[in-house]
């Protein structure tokens, strides 16, 4: 199976701003364009979601809170973890193949 890079950014990206009202992210973004400011911010906003997903789910152990709220912060929580993976792997990918260039 092969994942495109783009696909796999555009993706999280999209997920990532469907947290907001009316799809927009609440925060406001970097606009600097810099590679390392996108990738620094895309990443927090991993973490932040697997964050939200297990506040999520030590509040149902304790049974303070909704079950469908929870199972929408731990289905979040899990997508973002899936996008970074497939990520991973087409970056690993992408080396390997520049590993075998020849010189």
């Known amino acids: 199976m092969t ?6 950014i555009s993706a999280y990206l999209g997920a990532a701003r469907g947290a907001g009202p009316d799809g927009l992210d609440p925060r406001e973004r970097d606009q600097s364009g810099d590679f ?5 911010e895309v990443a ?9 997903g297990e506040a999520a789910s030590l509040k ?6 909704d079950i469908t709220d929870v199972v929408t912060a731990v289905s979040q929580a899990e997508i973002t973890l899936q996008t970074v993976v497939a990520v991973r792997d087409r970056v690993i990918q992408a080396y390997q193949d520049i590993l075998r260039m020849p010189i």
Not at 60 to 65: C, D, L, P, R
């Open 60 to 65: 149902a152990a304790a049974g303070k809170a």
């Open 44 to 52: 927090e906003d991993a973490v932040q979601a697997l964050r939200e």
């Open 36 to 40: 390392a400011g996108a990738l620094r």
């Open 3 to 8: 994942v495109n890079l783009n696909d796999a």
